[in-house]
């Protein structure tokens, strides 16, 4: 048997704000945008490499709302891989992203931690 996570749910405030983006500056890919409901989407979004795809959720109520951006208690709570620190490090930042440290080598590899457009915190990571 063979078990993977293959999903994770992310609370966002628009669909398409969350879209543009996810798509545009950290170049993930559109998998899924199904109507389900006048108010409810079902979106997927997917990083081209592989892995975890993210199912963005419009919140819906104040509990959801306050969760917005700190879904983890102001802990990194995503981690996107690359083979390619440096260049990605570089495009994102050029795209506007806030890194909220300079990238560190440790003994595991290259990282640094920046927030997506509501605040969560990522690690941008690349192994050795």
């Not at 170049?27 to 989407?41: H, I, M, N, Q, Y």
């Not at 050029?94 to 969560?120: I, K, T, W």
């Amino acid at each position: 048997m063979s078990r993977f996570i293959g999903m994770i749910t992310l609370v966002v405030h628009d669909y398409d704000e969350a879209i543009r983006w996810y798509t545009n500056v950290l170049g993930f890919t559109l998998a899924a945008d199904t109507p389900l409901s006048g108010t409810k989407r079902w979106v997927v979004i997917a990083p081209e490499g592989g892995g975890a795809s993210l199912l963005l959720a419009k919140a819906d109520g104040d509990m959801q709302k306050a969760s917005i951006g700190n879904q983890t208690g102001g802990r990194v709570s995503l981690f996107l891989y690359t083979n390619d620190f440096a260049e990605d490090h570089a495009r994102m930042i050029g795209a506007g992203v806030q890194f909220l440290e300079e990238p560190r080598h440790e003994p595991y590899g290259s990282v640094a931690v920046f927030e997506d457009l509501y605040g969560n915190k990522w690690d941008l990571l690349q192994l050795k």
